[in-house]
């Protein structure tokens, strides 16, 4: 028996867009994470800790599968980055064809397995900056493990973070409607995200832990650290910032984490839009429960509020991506204001001016579609913060027109 489900037009065209970017991922080439012949030169190096749940693969060039494994693996992978003067920030240059061309594409030039707790701490001691600060991020849905491993190289490299990279990448197929695997996948992988943080935490190499996590990956980061708290009876206080991008995550839930994670949790910081597709399909798919990275500030601001989270709107942020759900990686603003931020401290400033907040001048805030509006502890970026930023940049000789500076 075939059943006709009533479908809008809204549905049909949120479906067609992402048929779209499921076409246009499938014709990526694979085996990308072999280890070239010889090492580029100039080209910029990101070597990071990639721990995972996934299924190791037999194939040398991918690594790991979209399956689910029995433990927790690490490798050390180094990715080589074209020169900037071949690619702009945010991109990630994938290979047209194997071998890769190092001087306009992003290439794996070293792959090496981290098979103990002691070459761990190794790893930690080996690339620990001055601080002592590592970075973990968690992907989001519809990531193959190369996938999130050229992201993150990307991220590091265009946020200019000297932190330690460490990159937890748990069994996403990589296929846009796998959905439903792809949740219970991030389910099945809090524990060992949980062990990944107090690990990183008890390395006397680490002081200073940030989690930057997106989409689904948004709401595998807060379990974890609700599943730490509550093995723990509390957060380590090395874990000092979260920064959750479009969290694909329940606004109920998201309040019952934060709840059962106690008073003494790190600084949350929530990129959010409302021009986020994907967002709008999750919460189709959620039975119509608003999702925290796609939700209308006015609706959600006094919860965060009284929970002390800082709130950043990028709804006005262009982004290359059909969804709208990644300019936190690839919009050259968002990358730049991570990048001041994601090692250690916090968005949120206080009773800061709103460029004092964000830890930018009037210069390189110039031609940013991110929008400030003063309120603390919740810095909630909207439409009335553009008042105060003309003020701000005209006392300083600056001109604030059409959501550009200039002197």
């Not at 012949?37 to 995972?52: E, G, N, Y």
């Not at 730490?228 to 479009?246: D, G, H």
């Amino acid at each position: 028996m075939i059943v006709w489900l009533p479908v809008s037009g809204r549905t049909v065209a949120l479906v067609l867009v992402l048929c779209l970017v499921a076409s246009g991922c499938a014709n990526r080439v694979q085996g990308v994470l072999q280890p070239l012949a010889a090492a580029p030169t100039d080209t910029s190096q990101v070597t990071m800790l990639v721990a995972t749940t996934r299924k190791p693969s037999e194939d040398p060039g991918k690594l790991y599968s979209g399956d689910r494994g029995t433990a927790i693996s690490l490798n050390s992978v180094t990715v080589s980055i074209p020169s900037d003067r071949n690619r702009k920030i945010g991109e990630v240059q994938w290979p047209a064809r194997m071998p890769p061309n190092p001087e306009k594409e992003f290439a794996a030039t070293e792959v090496a397995k981290v098979q103990s707790q002691e070459q761990a701490f190794d790893w930690y001691r080996r690339n620990r900056n001055s601080r002592r600060q590592v970075i973990i991020f968690v992907h989001g849905f519809n990531n193959t493990y190369a996938d999130a491993v050229f992201r993150f190289a990307q991220i590091v490299h265009d946020s200019g973070t000297d932190a330690a990279p460490i990159l937890f990448t748990w069994p996403s197929r990589g296929r846009v409607f796998d959905y439903l695997y792809d949740r219970e996948s991030a389910n099945y992988s809090r524990r060992a995200l949980e062990d990944l943080i107090l690990q990183a935490a008890k390395s006397p190499d680490v002081a200073d832990v940030t989690i930057l996590a997106h989409s689904m990956g948004g709401w595998l980061a807060a379990e974890a650290l609700r599943g730490v708290a509550m093995r723990e009876k509390s957060i380590p206080t090395k874990v000092k910032n979260v920064i959750l991008a479009s969290p694909d995550i329940d606004i109920d839930v998201v309040r019952r984490q934060f709840v059962e994670m106690g008073s003494k949790r790190p600084h949350f910081t929530i990129l959010t839009s409302t021009r986020d597709k994907a967002m709008e399909v999750s919460r189709w798919l959620s039975g119509g429960v608003d999702r925290v990275g796609g939700s209308d500030l006015s609706s959600v601001a006094p919860m965060l509020e009284e929970l002390g989270v800082s709130v950043i709107d990028t709804s006005g942020v262009a982004t290359r991506d059909a969804l709208g759900h990644n300019a936190f990686a690839d919009s050259p603003e968002i990358v730049r204001l991570l990048g001041r931020r994601l090692a250690g401290q916090s968005l949120d400033g206080g009773k800061a001016s709103v460029t004092g907040q964000i830890g930018m001048t009037a210069a390189n805030f110039a031609g940013s579609a991110a929008r400030l509006a003063v309120a603390a502890p919740v810095a909630i970026i909207s439409p009335e913060a553009r008042e105060v930023l003309k003020r701000e940049f005209s006392s300083d000789g600056g001109q604030f027109v059409n959501g550009q500076i200039s002197y």
